[in-house]
């Protein structure tokens, strides 16, 4: 079993370095739609993945992640536009006070069950994003705009090539999948699991559900907020309804839904499918007054929620055993013929 | 000294009254089957034993400790693990996965905790069905299963919940076997079990609870031939025609 484990991470990690070796063919590197595609791509599934781990391994459906990606997104623009530094200590801020902020809200929250903690993680987007609005300290409903700053790793900006960020977003990418990997194979990801599939069963095995929940918002949180911070790093700008929206806390859902909840390869999967669909439509569509993604989007829910509720994965593991039955069954035959 | 100490432990649901001033105790290493008819508060004091619910009144006393009103967690890592009479297998887990997280309760290195759930895999028989989802298992499989991942947390008292309820006559001795092998291995046990021929034949002493009293108490051999718990399980007028037979059988 172990091999086999091993051989999937192998896979994993030249997947990435194949990533990493994109921006080196011209053609594509020069293709500046090519590259914000991809990077989106990379930070929609690290995002996902983020939420993954509260959400798909956990199993407490979190509506409230747009709430920690802001609070990131924030950190790093206060960090740059307000106080004039570069952006990794307000990031690291973003960081910190996400995770207090989830747990804060998250202890109440988990003595729900559900839908209703679902319905309650939904209210609290509202919340921030109603005080983040009329905040003056945070730039009210104006949000922040970044100024020019000289261009680097150290202040995370670049002008005039996409690579730097395309570099970053790869990151973070092999960052958040490496620690989900990680807990996979530990014992926080068994009782993580074990606490979705049965909370008091969980308990009477030893497990403190309560403290592997909080324990999983909290690091789910933090890698939103890190996400945020890129995002912010990205687009140049942030304001409340950019970031802290239900918008965005569905973003986190739906591409993991639709990739596969509780899976290591189901956020890349939905990114993947979902963002050049998004970017694609809006470029080719945009011009017929703008939510025509969302419409695409919400048929592509529908149908997989219907047709396959594992998502992709589960599309993809279906494919797999039938060709393994098939596969059974004709090694079935050459023996009988050998006989 | 007792392993486990039951003292005075009612619990009333309003006005139910499911467990009324239950007392007893269990010794280290002994088998002890906790057995009465339907209804009787042999579930609902496992509940109370192992911190799912909390007692309305009494003491429950866990290797000298008292831990009464602690969260089951705390309670299952003091060493005392039970299973459920429903069968709770961890969904979209496999079975090796499953008995992972009770293994995983002796420390957190993966190594050591795969070896303890190989073994407790193994003596289980599960071994053929260690790759297996736990969703879809047969129901004998499933029970085996409850046991194995409980057994995995390597606990000094386990308690089972009607394990053998269900069971065909052949996984029954199957799973009688299994658990000599467990006493074997050094771990007390406290059974509830609605079969009395299950437990019968294991149990070095037998508590009887009817409507939530402790009716009897004692060595299988006299609680085989009490006539309160001949009354409490087959009634009335059946203990009445045994009474009378018996009494024939003296007089002639």
């Known amino acids: ?339 | 000294m007792a392993l486990l100490e039951v003292r005075d432990v009612t619990k009333k649901f309003g006005e139910l009254v499911a467990c009324d001033r239950v007392s007893f105790t269990v010794e280290a290493g002994a088998i002890v089957g906790l057995i009465g008819p339907n209804g009787a508060g042999k579930t609902t004091l496992f509940n109370c034993i192992s911190g799912l619910f909390p007692v309305s009144s009494g003491a429950i006393v866990f290797d000298g400790r008292e831990i009464t009103g602690l969260p089951s967690y705390r309670i299952a890592r003091m060493g005392a693990v039970r299973t459920f009479q429903v069968v709770r297998p961890l969904k979209d887990m496999t079975v090796f996965d499953n008995v992972m997280v009770g293994a995983f309760l002796q420390g957190a290195g993966t190594a050591k905790a795969r070896a303890a759930a190989e073994h407790s895999i193994r003596i289980c028989g599960l071994a053929e069905f260690a790759g297996k989802d736990s969703g879809d298992l047969p129901i004998g499989v499933k029970k085996r299963l409850e046991l194995a991942r409980a057994l995995a947390t390597r606990p000094r008292l386990l308690m089972l919940d009607e394990v053998m309820a269900g069971l065909t006559s052949t996984e029954v001795n199957t799973a009688l076997e299994l658990i000599r092998t467990i006493r074997k291995e050094g771990i007390t046990l406290l059974i509830v079990e609605h079969i009395m021929e299950a437990i019968m034949p294991i149990a070095d002493r037998v508590v009887v609870l009817d409507g939530g009293v402790k009716l009897a108490e004692g060595p299988p051999a006299e609680i085989i031939n009490d006539e309160r718990v001949i009354t409490a399980y087959l009634g009335e007028k059946f203990s009445r025609r045994m009474q009378a037979r018996k009494e024939g059988k003296a007089d002639g």
């Not at chain 1, 559900?209 to 939103?224: D, E, G, I, N």
């Open chain 1, 1 to 339: 079993m172990n091999r086999t484990l091993k051989r999937t991470d192998l896979l994993w990690l030249a997947f990435t370095a194949l990533i990493a070796l994109v921006p080196l063919v011209p053609a594509v590197a020069m293709n500046s739609f090519v590259m914000h595609v991809l990077i989106l791509v990379l930070l929609y599934a690290s995002m996902a993945q983020a939420w993954n781990i509260i959400g798909g391994y956990g199993g407490q459906t979190s509506f409230g992640h747009a709430v920690f990606f802001g609070i990131g997104a924030y950190g790093a623009g206060m960090a740059v536009v307000t106080y004039g530094m570069t952006p990794w200590p307000g990031a690291l801020v973003g960081i910190v006070s996400a995770a207090v902020v989830a747990v804060l809200i998250s202890y109440p929250c988990f003595k729900l069950s559900g839908h209703y903690f679902a319905i309650a993680t939904f209210a609290i987007v509202e919340i921030f994003n109603r005080m983040f609005l009329v905040w003056d300290w945070v730039g009210g409903a104006l949000g922040l705009d970044y100024m020019i700053v000289e261009e680097g790793l150290a202040n995370l900006m670049w002008y005039d090539s996409k690579t730097g960020y395309f570099y970053c977003a790869l990151v973070l990418f092999a960052l958040i999948f490496g620690i989900v990997r990680f807990l996979e194979g530990h014992r926080f990801g068994y009782y993580l699991r074990a606490v979705r599939a049965g909370q008091e069963t969980a308990e009477s095995l030893g497990v403190n559900s309560t403290a592997v929940k909080l324990a999983a918002m909290a690091l789910s949180a933090a890698l939103a907020a890190l996400c945020g911070a890129f995002f912010v790093q990205y687009n140049l700008r942030v304001d409340p309804g950019m970031v802290m929206s239900l918008d965005t806390s569905m973003k986190f859902v739906l591409v993991t839904i639709l990739g596969g909840a509780g899976t290591l390869a189901g956020p890349l999967l939905g990114a993947a499918v979902l963002v050049p669909l998004q970017e694609f439509t809006r470029a080719k569509w945009g011009g017929l007054g703008g939510g025509v993604d969302l419409i695409i989007f919400g048929f592509l829910i529908i149908l997989i929620v219907v047709k396959q509720p594992a998502g992709i994965t589960g599309i993809v593991r279906d494919i797999a055993r039938r060709r393994g039955r098939r596969g059974g069954s004709g090694k079935g035959g050459a023996s009988l013929g050998a006989a």
